[in-house]
């Protein structure tokens, strides 16, 4: 059983075009995160919703939407492809923490998708 | 602002050496630290938490510890195998009081010949 998955796994696509990314998890977490691993390989999220509503978004142009129809859902839409977009982008979910709390958990990472713009 | 380093970003070395992965954080008020190992073309596994109460978290041949007032975590491999080969990236919060998102470091590419 897959705990995170992420659809399509690679994805080629012309400058200008608009595509979505799918994400589901079946760990019964309220919260999901997108991450974007750029060509030097650093991690940096974009977005985290929790049930649903937005929770981070990280300075990310608005030519990306997150649209979280369901907490076990969390879809990256990107209108206008650019070369620059092109990365690996991580889907993850954990339980919601608010540090303030204290104690964390961990978060569970779907295995990528590759957008490459052409 | 939190900003992660991982020293050395490369390291190849053969098969039975013990390893140690450097990782540094700027701002010493975290909760928590965690290591993930990345494999080729696969996502993130969680390999050791470290909560800001504790120094050091161990699984397997895998130790982790934190200095939180140096701004230091190292992850010790003992007895390194070929299938250790992989990217490690240690991870932060980025302040108290926050949501649950992570600051990664860039990652140390490791890899064990036999």
């Known amino acids: 059983d897959t705990a995170v998955s992420q659809t399509p796994k690679y994805l080629v696509t012309q400058m200008g075009n608009d595509k979505s990314i799918k994400c589901e998890q079946n760990?019964?977490?309220?919260?999901m995160y997108w991450y974007k691993q750029d060509s030097k390989k650093f991690l940096k999220i974009m977005f985290s919703?929790?049930?649903?509503?937005?929770?981070i978004n990280e300075t990310v142009p608005n030519r990306f939407s997150p649209k979280s129809p369901d907490k076990a859902h969390l879809n990256l839409h990107i209108n206008s492809l650019e070369l620059g977009d092109s990365a690996v982008y991580f889907c993850?979910?954990?339980?919601?923490?608010?540090?303030?709390?204290?104690?964390?958990?961990?978060?569970?990472f779907g295995p990528g998708t590759r957008l490459l713009v052409l | 602002k939190q900003e992660v380093t991982q020293i050395p970003a490369a390291l190849s070395v053969p098969e039975g050496e013990n390893l140690v992965l450097n990782c540094s954080f700027t701002d010493s008020a975290i909760y928590n630290l965690q290591w993930f190992r990345q494999d080729p073309g696969k996502g993130l596994t969680s390999l050791l938490l470290?909560?800001?109460?504790?120094r050091e978290q161990t699984s397997g041949r895998l130790n982790a510890s934190l200095d939180k007032s140096s701004g230091r975590s190292t992850l010790y491999i003992a007895a390194s195998q070929p299938g250790d080969s992989a990217t490690y990236l240690c991870?932060?919060?980025?302040?108290?009081?926050?949501?649950?998102?992570?600051?990664f470091g860039a990652g140390t590419r490791l890899a064990v010949h036999p």
């Open positions: 993850a979910s954990s339980p919601l923490i608010l540090l303030a709390g204290g104690r964390w958990e961990t978060q569970y």
């Open positions: 919703y929790n049930n649903k509503e937005l929770i």
């Open positions: 991870a932060v919060p980025p302040a108290p009081g926050g949501y649950n998102k992570l600051i």
């Open positions: 760990l019964g977490h309220d919260t």
């Open positions: 470290i909560q800001s109460s504790q």
